[in-house]
């Protein structure tokens, strides 16, 4: 039974207010008390970081995040952040650490001249000027680089080989380190190869990867000739990504500040996010170790081993078409010239539609497949390896979406 409440509309509206005040605070959790994070906030405000606009808070849908405790408005400031708190390839060559890579030859690479200093800094603890921030940093990371070979086996297959290339690539990097590493020894007690393992390279490698900021240094005689863009950002990144927000992110070579301004603004105790750019969800999964739920820029990859599924098999010119078309680009024009309006015959579109389908529907079984093993396999597991079934579960299940989405439309054309 429905009652009309006696004051009228008003304590209605007010009683909704309630519950949705209610609703909103046990989806976060402020995490601005625990003692990490107000060590992380002292050691910044020596380094000249006084914001109070953002707290780190536990969102139940991002994970850790950065609150809003006033309103952004549109082209206004989210975060400045003073030059002094950026670690960067520079602060490595400044440091206890420097006079090695310096006389190091050949040049190594920026980015491992950080993960070197990230490795080192963590095992010095306390000791160590930037452990406040490493402190906060993630113990481990979602990335397919950390993923065990049965989970990887569990991507679409255009991921799986990006995967296993990342894995391949990262393997390729720890080995061709190792010269440098013990050349390092002299600054350690303990032998090198306990300090620099790969499991130290990887969650350094990662936290590289999926953290730092985009920002270029002028080339240093000590290292590679790889660009040096990379600049890890304290607290600058415990923002978010979130595909719909537009961001204006920089160094502001007049204030000697990583800044990052919101273009619609950020209203009061709302989620402060950025963007990463306009990334899939396997980009953003592979390079950051997440999925972006409702992402307008995702995909289903199709690859050429499950096109070939949906045609004819006993076409014995099959193989011969599908590699000149591959090779001189007519797939892709073909592709365009539908997806642009051009006009086709009556026949192809209705062939197109039919093959269309039907590679919908052989898509759709294969990731129904995977998505109940990997429910079976979240039954019983431990607490990292269940991490990576669930953002790969995460992945699946976007791309469920879209093709139930796509099999509909089709469907109904099919009709007509």
Known sequence: MFRMNKTGSRAGRRARKRRRKKHEDVSKVTLSHEAQFVRLR?????????????????????????????????????????????????????SYMGEFVKRYQPPISPLVALCCFLVAE?????????????????KSYTCPVYFH?????????SLWKKAMEQKEQFEDLYS?????????????????????TQ??????????????????HDQSNYLSREK???????????????????????????THCYE??????????????????PHDNHKLLLEYGFVAPGNPHSVVYVNLEVLQLCLDKKDKQLSQKLLYLKENDFLHACWKNVLLGASVSRAQEQWCIHSALKLCNNLTEHNVKALETLSHLQQCTDHSRLEQLRVVESLRQEEQRI??????????????
Request: hydrophobic share 40%.
């Open 42 to 94: 002292k050691w910044l405000k020596e380094r000249g970081f006084t914001s109070q606009h953002l707290i780190p808070v536990n969102f139940n849908d991002t994970g850790r995040g950065l609150m809003a405790t006033h309103p952004v408005k549109a082209n206004g400031m989210v975060i400045s952040l003073p030059e002094n708190c950026l670690l960067t390839t520079v602060t490595v060559l400044r």
């Open 122 to 138: 963590r095992h010095r603890g306390d000791a160590s000027e930037w452990s406040p921030y490493i402190d906060v940093l993630p």
């Open 149 to 157: 070979d049965d989970i990887i086996g569990l991507l679409p297959g």
């Open 260 to 277: 990052i301004k919101s273009v619609h603004g950020c209203k009061k105790f709302q989620q402060a996010f950025i963007n990463y750019g």
């Open 176 to 196: 061709s380190s190792l010269t440098f590493f013990r050349s390092l020894q002299p600054l350690f007690s303990q032998p090198l190869e306990k300090l620099f």
């Open 403 to 416: 093709l139930e989405h796509t099999q509909v439309l089709l469907e109904n054309l099919q009709r007509q």
């Open 199 to 216: 499991d130290a390279l990887r969650w350094a490698w990662c936290s590289v990867n999926t953290r730092t900021v985009y920002m270029e």
């Open 228 to 254: 040096d863009v990379y600049a890890l950002a304290p607290y600058l990144d415990l923002l978010n990504h979130c595909p719909n927000v537009q961001v204006k992110a920089g160094f502001n070579k007049e």
